[in-house]
T-cell receptor, first 113, second 116 residues
Framework: NAGVTQTPKFQVLKTGQSMTLQCAQD?????MYWYRQDPGMGLRLIYY???????DKGEVPNGYNVSRLNKREFSLRLESAAPSQTSVYFC????????????FGAGTRLSVL | AQSVTQLGSHVSVSEGALVLLRCNYS??????LFWYVQYPNQGLQLLLK??????LVKGINGFEAEFKKSETSFHLTKPSAHMSDAAEYFC??????????????FGTGTQLKVEL
């Protein structure tokens, strides 16, 4: 089992370019999440999908959009990248519900120049 | 909203010494608490989880954490550090979200260095 797979692993963009980060899970989990990790700030929730067909904003959604394509896949799109979006992005999945464990992908390292 | 605070962004110990990483939580109700570990260039991996069944929680790789309500703490310990424990450690608390998901609110992380 691959668990949670994120593509690409690395990306360099110029300001204003767009891109989509992909996430796929084979754990049959209902809930999927996108976090960003910045030095000294821990991880912050960007968007989440509690179940297939639903998406909601997290703590820092500005500048991002998401699509829950099916139960397995949850993508994060940057329409017009800005240097402030330079970060490491993590996808996570879980059963949902309070207290449940989340399982993380290996991350995508994004630099916006 | 619930939150966690990790004291000490960097901790250095000698191999074989006690590891103590501190986490304090802010919650008005008994929280669900987690410790995750992140090795260089990898994602986060669960070490252990507190669910109120027992105040002392044992995790993987010899780590354990004790929930102390009176101190609002959930510190992570390991009796004897190994070089392979060098990593960044995150404390997190769970919040229920609209629609049934759960948000993990993370502390700012503690980088553990293990020296010979």
């Amino acid at each position: 089992n691959a668990g949670v797979t994120q593509t690409p692993k690395f990306q360099v963009l110029k300001t204003g370019q767009s891109m989509t980060l992909q996430c796929a899970q084979d754990m049959n989990h209902n809930s999927m999440y996108w976090y960003r990790q910045d030095p000294g700030m821990g991880l912050r929730l960007i968007y989440y999908s509690a179940s297939e067909g639903t998406t909601d904003k997290g703590e820092v959604p500005n500048g991002y959009n998401v699509s829950r394509l099916n139960k397995r896949e949850f993508s994060l799109r940057l329409e017009s990248a800005a240097p402030s979006q330079t970060s490491v992005y993590f996808c996570a999945t879980g059963l949902g519900g309070d207290g449940n464990i989340q399982y993380f992908g290996a991350g995508t390292r994004l630099s916006v120049l | 909203a619930q939150s966690v605070t990790q004291l000490g962004s960097h901790v250095s110990v000698s191999e074989g010494a006690l590891v103590l990483l501190r986490c304090n939580y802010s919650s008005s109700v008994p929280p669900y608490l987690f410790w995750y570990v992140q090795y260089p260039n990898q994602g986060l991996q669960l070490l252990l989880k507190y669910t109120s069944a027992a105040t002392l929680v044992k995790g993987i790789n010899g780590f354990e954490a004790e929930f102390k309500k009176s101190e609002t703490s959930f510190h992570l310990t390991k009796p004897s550090a190994h070089m392979s424990d060098a990593a960044e450690y995150f404390c997190a608390v769970s919040d229920l979200l609209t629609g049934g998901g759960n948000k993990l609110t993370f502390g700012t992380g503690t980088q553990l260095k293990v020296e010979l």
